[in-house]
């Protein structure tokens, strides 16, 4: 079975630039996830999906962040304008809900200078 | 709002030996989920275990043990006969009931000497 698919793997940018990353979810899982990880710290949960709606965005910077997830499938999270702040690494996840156990990608590490 | 607390940034210890790996977790709800990841070097967040609230079981998996005690909230990890391959970040984290999400602590950067 094919795990979370994220691309790209690295980006470097400057600040003041927008970045996409995209997301390709396990088959069959309705729930996706975002999360950002600070060298040093535990993931931090932006934005939670259930299928194509958002349940949980209590956490993501609505000012520069926003997220999709069309037709309840792949998803994108975009970035405008990056800041330093911003370097982390941005992890996508699902699951099928309910509590259960989500499973990660390998992330895309986001360098802004 | 939910909490973990790791402790532990930082083990170190030579391989055969036996490690425990320390979580707190500070939760309202009285349905929960408590969970343990690994992230090795590769940065992939691998999933061990998932415990609910409501079953204080201990579990064993091959070298690997959990203690839960709600007691003291805590929700402890076990490595015996440690070996170099163990060598990673380890997470533990919880989610509530009426939400998927996982809060996250700090994480225990695990070092294991041969």
């Known amino acids: 079975e094919a795990g979370v698919a994220q691309s790209p793997r690295y980006k470097i940018i400057e600040k003041r630039q927008s970045v996409a990353f995209w997301c390709n979810p396990i088959?069959?899982?309705?729930?996706l996830y975002w999360y950002q990880q600070i060298l040093g710290q535990g993931p931090k949960l932006l934005i939670q999906?259930?299928?194509?709606?958002?349940?949980?965005d209590s956490q993501l910077p609505k000012d520069r962040f926003s997220a999709e997830r069309l037709k309840g499938v792949d998803s994108t999270l975009k970035i405008q304008p990056a800041k330093l702040e911003d370097s982390a690494v941005y992890l996508c996840?699902?699951?099928?809900?309910?509590?259960?156990?989500?499973?990660f990608g390998q992330g895309t590490r986001l360098t802004v200078v | 709002a939910q909490k973990v607390t790791q402790a532990q940034t930082e083990i170190s210890v030579v391989e055969k030996e036996d490690v425990t790996l320390d979580c707190v977790y500070e939760?309202?709800?009285?349905?929960?989920?408590l969970f343990w990841y690994k992230q090795p070097p590769s940065g992939e967040l691998v999933f061990l275990i998932r415990?609910?609230?409501?079953?204080?079981q201990n579990e064993i998996s091959g070298r690997y043990s959990w203690n839960f005690q709600k007691s003291t909230s805590s929700f402890n990890f076990t490595i015996t006969a440690s070996q170099v391959v163990d060598s990673a970040v380890y997470f533990c984290?919880?989610?509530?009931?009426?939400?998927?999400?996982?809060?996250f602590g700090k994480g225990t950067h695990l070092i294991i000497q041969p």
């Open positions: 996840a699902s699951s099928l809900g309910g509590n259960t156990e989500a499973f």
């Open positions: 088959s069959g899982h309705a729930t």
């Open positions: 999906f259930q299928n194509n709606g958002v349940v949980d």
């Open positions: 939760t309202r709800d009285t349905t929960y989920y």
């Open positions: 415990r609910n609230s409501f079953d204080e």
């Open positions: 984290a919880l989610s509530e009931g009426g939400a998927d999400g996982l809060t």
